[in-house]
T-cell receptor, first 116, second 112 residues
Framework: KAGVTQTPRYLIKTRGQQVTLSCSPI?????VSWYQQTPGQGLQFLFE???????NKGNFPGRFSGRQFSNSRSEMNVSTLELGDSALYLC???????????????FGEGSRLTVL | KQEVTQIPAALSVPEGENLVLNCSFT??????LQWFRQDPGKGLTSLLL?????REQTSGRLNASLDKSSGRSTLYIAASQPGDSATYLC???????????FGTGTRLTIIP
C-alpha cells in the first residue's frame, strides 16, 4: 500500500513568487492535513481538508491556501512568498477521528521550500 | 489552548541502555496521542498511537504510556541501538478536531 506522496520534494523560489505543493494521501484516506516545520517554530498546523471541505485552519495569513479534489488529493498554495516561508511543508492523511477509527496520521516526506 | 512540552530537548546515551522520553500536555481532553520519529531532512514516521481510553501501547522495543489525569506520556525504548538516533516527537489530537498539536521534540543520540 503506497504511503503519502508529496511533490515536489525540493524547490527554490524568490520573494514575491507563488508556489503550489501537492499531496496524494494513502488510498482510502479522506482527511488531509498540512503542517509547516521550521527550526524556530517547530511543527505548526496549517489546515485540514475532508471530502473537499476545509474543516480546520491554523493561524497563518491568507497567503496560505489549500484545496482538496474529489480523489482526496490536496494542494496547498503560498502566494507572495516571504523569506520566512522557507520551511519543510508536511502533508498527512488519515481516516479521520470518528467512531471506529483510530485517527492515526501518516505523514509524507515533505516538500522543502527555500525562498531567496 | 493545548500545549505540548517535551523535556529534555536533547539526550545522548550509550548503546544498549534503556531510556525514557517524556511528553506533557496541558488539556487532558484528548482523543489520542501519537509518537513520531523524524530523521534529519525527512518526514515523520508514526511509532505508536495511544487512544484516550488506553494506558499503553507496545511495538517491538518501544512502549508508550499515557496518563491523561496528569497530562503525561512516556516513550520507553529498550536496548537502544545507534539506528534509534533521531528526533522523537509527541503530538496530541483533541476531541472534535483533526489538528495535531506537537511538542518540540527530543533529539536522541545513541553512542556506539
Amino acid at each position: 500500500k503506497a504511503g503519502v506522496t508529496q511533490t515536489p520534494r525540493y524547490l527554490i523560489k524568490t520573494r514575491g513568487q507563488q508556489v503550489t505543493l501537492s499531496c496524494s494521501p494513502i488510498s482510502g484516506h479522506r482527511s488531509v492535513s498540512w503542517y509547516q516545520q521550521t527550526p524556530g517554530q517547530g511543527l505548526q498546523f496549517l489546515f485540514e481538508y475532508f471530502s473537499e471541505t476545509q474543516r480546520n485552519k491554523g493561524n497563518f495569513p491568507g497567503r496560505f491556501s489549500g484545496r482538496q479534489f474529489s480523489n482526496s488529493r490536496s494542494e496547498m498554495n503560498v502566494s507572495t512568498l516571504e523569506l520566512g516561508d522557507s520551511a519543510l511543508y508536511l502533508c498527512a492523511s488519515s481516516l479521520a477521528a470518528v467512531a471506529g477509527n483510530t485517527g492515526e496520521l501518516f505523514f509524507g516526506e515533505g516538500s522543502r521550500l527555500t525562498v531567496l | 489552548k493545548q500545549e505540548v512540552t517535551q523535556i529534555p530537548a536533547a539526550l545522548s546515551v550509550p548503546e544498549g541502555e534503556n531510556l525514557v522520553l517524556n511528553c506533557s500536555f496541558t488539556d487532558s481532553a484528548i482523543y489520542n496521542l501519537q509518537w513520531f520519529r523524524q530523521d534529519p531532512g525527512k518526514g515523520l514516521t508514526s511509532l505508536l498511537l495511544i487512544q484516550s481510553s488506553q494506558r499503553e501501547q507496545t511495538s517491538g522495543r518501544l512502549n508508550a504510556s499515557l496518563d491523561k489525569s496528569s497530562g503525561r506520556s512516556t516513550l520507553y525504548i529498550a536496548a537502544s541501538q545507534p539506528g534509534d538516533s533521531a528526533t522523537y516527537l509527541c503530538a496530541v489530537k483533541d476531541f472534535g478536531n483533526e489538528k495535531l498539536t506537537f511538542g518540540t521534540g527530543t533529539r536522541l543520540t545513541i553512542i556506539p
